[in-house]
């Protein structure tokens, strides 16, 4: 599985921005997938996951209300919904998946990751 994310930019703070991560290669559908970020001179750290089918999301507490993760299976993407952003949101966002665990892919320890795509927020 190959994971290409898109969507960041240079936003205001209190606006909002989607990120998407596409995947290439079979049986996608079968990976939990999840959101990570790392801010300079910051650890990376998680963000938000979804398991196989979408119906269970997972979400660090500084994003909870804010962000939402979805998937679309028949395409092969993920998303990131990002409202109410602040300037501490500023990061790379990467995309991660994994086939196995939710548990590990949320504890940084994905099988496979994107490239970044960076987030900046503006006060």
């Known amino acids: 599985v190959q994971l290409q994310a898109s969507g960041g930019g240079l936003v205001q703070a209190g606006g909002s921005l989607r990120l998407s991560c596409a995947a290439s290669g079979r049986l996608f559908g079968n990976h939990h997938a999840a959101w990570f970020r790392q801010a300079p001179g910051k650890e990376r750290e998680f963000v938000a996951a979804?398991?196989?089918?979408?119906?269970?999301?997972y979400y660090a507490d500084s994003v909870k209300g804010r962000f939402t993760i979805s998937r679309d299976n028949a395409k092969d993407i993920v998303y990131l919904q990002m409202n109410s952003l602040k300037p501490e949101d500023t990061a790379v966002y990467y995309c991660?998946?994994?086939?196995?665990?939710?548990?590990?892919?949320?504890?940084?320890?994905?099988?496979?990751w994107g490239q970044g795509t960076q987030v900046t927020v503006s006060s």
């Open positions: 979804v398991n196989l089918s979408g119906r269970r999301t």
């Open positions: 991660a998946s994994d086939p196995a665990s939710m548990s590990a892919l949320t504890a940084g320890q994905a099988s496979y």
